[in-house]
């Protein structure tokens, strides 16, 4: 992104967080050390700091509100359900801050309503941790037992994506590119637990999803999962707000960071 931005005139500068030293001072003003800068590329999933920065006055790619959505898988879902978007059937689970798992009873229904396997994620991870393929009743037991009390959803599988799925970039709400991934060995698609990306042509209705799905977010840029129901249609599975370049790159052979430092130039009027 660094060298794309210059090759538009633009310099960018590599932050961390601790670095960016925000805080809350006893005025309530936010400070930071990042100084005057036109814009802030956040590649972190901190809501609390992409909060603090636009309170700072800071233009973020992508915003706040739009990384605290795709953060958290359940948000995600209830912001695009009620739109004609497709996804697996998801039941949210109540909190118990008592600390007690949920009742048998209503574990049973889960599964009756859901059938094994199931899908069990919680609410945040990248990279496929957190998520786990529910065969039996001892299986969902034990992950209640684990999890019940950080927020996660339950979720019907789609045998008809076992390991299969398409990564598009939306890139200003306009699809870019996607690619294939498949996984042999594993029902998670993701490279990092061994998928494989296949550079393809995307089917026009998985871009049309995509593109809606980036839009309603109000996303700058996302890498979008898309799973591939029993007729073939999409369904949609994850919005990723800082989805990785490079591994597309790769299998594409399509300039990513080049799209994303033009719209980003383009937005400011650089």
């Known amino acids: 992104m660094k060298e794309e931005l210059s090759e538009l005139g633009v310099s960018l500068e590599l932050r961390s967080a601790n670095e960016a030293k925000i805080r809350i001072e006893e005025s309530g003003a936010v400070s930071t050390a990042l100084g005057e800068a036109d814009f802030v590329l956040y590649l972190d999933k901190d809501k609390y700091a992409s909060y603090a920065l636009e309170r700072a006055g800071y233009r973020l790619f992508n915003s706040s509100r739009s990384i605290a959505l795709c953060d958290d898988k359940m948000l995600t879902y209830i912001a695009l ?55 039996n009743h001892a299986e969902l037991q034990d992950f209640e037992c684990k999890f019940h009390a950080i927020p996660r959803l339950y979720q019907e599988f789609i045998s008809s994506s076992c390991g299969v799925d398409y990564r598009v970039i939306v890139i200003g709400g306009r699809f870019c590119v996607g690619m294939k991934r498949v996984n042999e060995d594993d029902f998670r698609s993701n490279v990092a637990r061994g998928g494989k990306g296949e550079r393809v042509e995307i089917p026009k209705p998985f871009i049309d999803m995509a593109e809606k799905a980036a839009k309603l977010l109000e996303l700058d840029y996302c890498g979008v999962d898309l799973l591939i129901g029993e007729q073939g249609e999409p369904v949609l ?31 400011l009027g650089l």
């Open 81 to 135: 359900s009620n739109q004609g978007i497709k996804m697996p059937k998801t039941i949210s689970p109540s909190l118990d801050y008592k600390g007690n798992p949920m009742d048998e009873k209503s574990l049973a229904a889960i599964a009756t309503e859901l059938g094994y396997p199931l899908v069990a994620k919680t609410n945040y991870g990248s990279l496929g941790n957190g998520v786990y393929l529910i065969k």
């Open 237 to 267: 599975c994850e919005v990723n707000s800082n989805a990785f370049i490079k591994g597309i790159e790769e299998v594409t052979g399509y300039n990513v960071a080049k799209d994303y430092s033009a719209h980003i130039a383009k937005t």
